[in-house]
């Protein structure tokens, strides 16, 4: 009979084994520390040396939405990701070490020097209790006194947790932040004594949008305009990795104002190219939808000094206002009206205005045939990305992206699947399927192909479930599900059919790497993977060491050129969700594979592969 437990980061309930009794250990869904209540048989030690056996009794957190797709190309899905090809995209949130050998859902216990510097995160964040919460009045007090702000967004995630305790809830973090700033917590807790504390929901909810935080925990550092200059996100190494961050983005800072100067004060083509400068280092620091008052003011001065876009500043200002004008309809769910508003700006500028650069004019053909598919207009979509691919972008990226949007809007494209129950039941991402005439699967090594049907679909979770018309005496043995989450740092194996355009590519394909974020720690509810995710990919499964699908491969994300991409997948529970409203009652899941050991990809490959399908869609 284990002791009942609660951490007081995250509120989690938690049996711990009786031996713990009297024992600080750490939290392994937040990483706070829990103090165990004291029973009969109470440890000698007051902190616990070794991992014990926890059972969780709390649940992962609601869905949320994604945002990159990998193979069998959405284009409908092309206006949630306005940025990706407009400006630099940041890199994702800076990922601890990882521990390649803990497959095991064990949590770790705090660290040995964990004593009167130790930080719970309810320590940590009481220590913010004096920051202000209000940004407007941050601001007054900002210009009253020539300062800047520090806007500090947080939530209950590991990282939130971890950046409480070893830089923000800090005794010494005042300093570090020197006298310069005015500290601003727009937090959003899960914990109810720390969501009591939140005076103003509702104003936290909108000054997020406002700064477009997609990801917590971040800072966002502005001037007392409240015009941001740069981003900080959690990273390891405690304060002093934040002052050196903290001296980068001041840096950027004073190049910022030097450009701002020089385009109030140059002349001609000299304030155009300090206009052109300034939007690529906001471009750099992820910046731009910030800037849109500003983004109007420099889009009437290149109307003044390069109307006809000679010099390329005109379309390099319009390109930034377009995007940002998309990215704001994107948030507020535009209807027709406000879609075909934005289409024919865009087509008046593009019909009076040659471009210099193909990949501007290509990017904003390719967002355009994205907002009309979202509204359904698939044969203006498909001209809009023709047009694109007729603007032969440089960019490898781009142009792979316009070849893809043309072949899903003409309702062509592939995918992968797997066997998730007897009677030739796939599973598969619904983008790979969406919109399809006729559906035909192809497993690897066989030349056979074979219609299959839609049986339930899920568009906003991004999953279709198939049954394949098997001929007689041929079934597909079941990939089984993984039931318990996979941690960060486990190594999975992706396998799938990229890049594939046409039954010639029906070759399998098998990349490994580990979980660099789990879906806890990620915007859009999904893991994070480092192994090669491409086109066709999609669909396929995620497997474990022991054979084992944690998740389906989804989305690949795009940062441009010089960012290595990613992938990302849906956890397995999720597809289990999904299956359990689907499945057919006689059509069980098959039971999770065990082995006494992990087994190698060699071993893991032949147990999976005949499993694994190619998904074909149009014609």
């Not at 719970?120 to 601001?139: E, F, G, P």
């Not at 919109?435 to 030349?447: C, E, L, M």
């Amino acid at each position: 009979m284990g002791l009942g437990c609660r951490c007081d980061s995250c509120n989690a309930a938690f049996d711990v084994a009786d031996r713990y009794a009297g024992c600080r250990i750490k939290c392994p869904q937040c990483g706070g520390v829990i103090a165990v209540p004291a029973g009969p048989a109470p440890s000698a030690h007051p902190v616990s040396s070794d991992p014990p056996a926890i059972a969780p009794s709390m649940g992962r957190g609601p869905w949320r939405r994604r945002f990159w797709v990998a193979g069998g190309v959405l284009v409908a899905t092309t206006i949630a990701v306005a940025a990706h090809l407009a400006w630099p995209a940041r890199e994702p949130a800076p990922e601890a070490p990882v521990d390649r050998t803990a497959e095991a859902p064990k949590p770790e216990a705090p660290p040995a020097s964990a004593g009167p510097n130790f930080l719970t995160a309810a320590q940590a964040r009481a220590n913010l209790s004096h920051w202000c919460q209000d940004v407007d009045a941050a601001r007054r007090q900002a210009a009253a006194e020539g300062k800047s702000l520090a806007i500090v967004f947080l939530g209950s995630d590991r990282f939130s947790v971890r950046w409480l305790q070893e830089v923000l809830g800090r005794p010494e973090f005042p300093k570090a932040l020197g006298d310069r700033y005015i500290p601003v917590l727009i937090d959003f807790p899960r914990e109810r004594e720390a969501r009591a504390k939140v005076r103003d929901p509702e104003r936290n909810l909108a000054v997020k949008r406002h700064y477009q935080v997609r990801r917590l925990p971040r800072m966002v550092l502005a001037d007392a305009r409240g015009l941001p200059f740069g981003l900080i996100d959690y990273a390891e190494g405690g304060i002093e990795t934040f002052a050196k961050r903290l001296e980068r983005v001041e840096a950027n800072r004073a190049e910022r104002d030097r450009l701002l100067r020089q385009i109030e004060s140059a002349e001609g083509e000299a304030k155009l190219q300090a206009i052109e400068k300034a939007l690529a280092l906001l471009g750099e620091l992820d910046l731009v939808p910030q800037y849109k008052p500003l983004l109007q003011e420099w889009l009437a001065l290149v109307r003044q000094y390069d109307p006809g876009n000679e010099h390329g500043a005109h379309e390099a200002v319009f390109h930034a206002v377009w995007m940002v004008s998309l990215i704001e309809m994107q948030l507020d769910r535009p209807n027709r009206q406000e879609i075909d508003r934005r289409i024919a700006e865009l087509d008046e500028w593009l019909r009076t205005h040659p471009f210099k650069n193909p990949d501007r004019a290509a990017s904003l053909h390719y967002y355009a045939a994205g907002a009309l598919s979202v509204s359904g207009q698939l044969d203006a979509a498909l001209k809009q990305a023709e047009a694109g691919l007729a603007c032969r972008p440089r960019n490898p990226i781009l142009r792979e992206q316009l070849a893809m949007a043309v072949a899903a809007i003409r309702g062509v494209g592939t995918g992968t699947g797997f066997a998730v129950a007897p009677g030739g039941l796939v599973l598969t991402n619904h983008h790979v399927i969406q919109g399809a005439k006729s559906i035909r699967v192809r497993v690897s090594g066989r030349g056979d192909v074979w219609p299959a049907q839609i049986v339930a679909q899920d568009a906003q979770q991004d999953i279709a479930l198939l049954k394949v018309e098997l001929p007689p005496g041929i079934e597909l043995a079941p990939i089984p599900l993984a039931e318990s989450p996979a941690r960060r740092g486990a190594r999975v194996l992706a396998i799938g059919f990229p890049p594939a355009n046409s039954w010639s590519d029906a070759a399998l394909k098998l990349t490994q790497g580990i979980i660099s974020a789990t879906p806890d720690e990620t915007a859009e509810g999904m893991f994070v993977l480092d192994c090669r995710i491409n086109p066709g990919n999609s669909g396929g499964p995620l497997c474990d060491v022991y054979g084992n699908a944690v998740g389906m491969v989804a989305a690949k994300s795009y940062g441009g050129v010089g960012v290595d991409s990613y992938g990302m997948a849906l956890p397995s529970d999720v597809l289990r969700r999904f299956l359990a409203r689907h499945l057919p009652p006689d059509q069980p899941l098959a039971p999770p594979r065990k082995a006494q050991r992990p087994l190698e990809w060699e071993e893991v490959a032949p147990q999976v592969s005949p499993s694994v399908m190619m998904v074909f869609r149009g014609p």
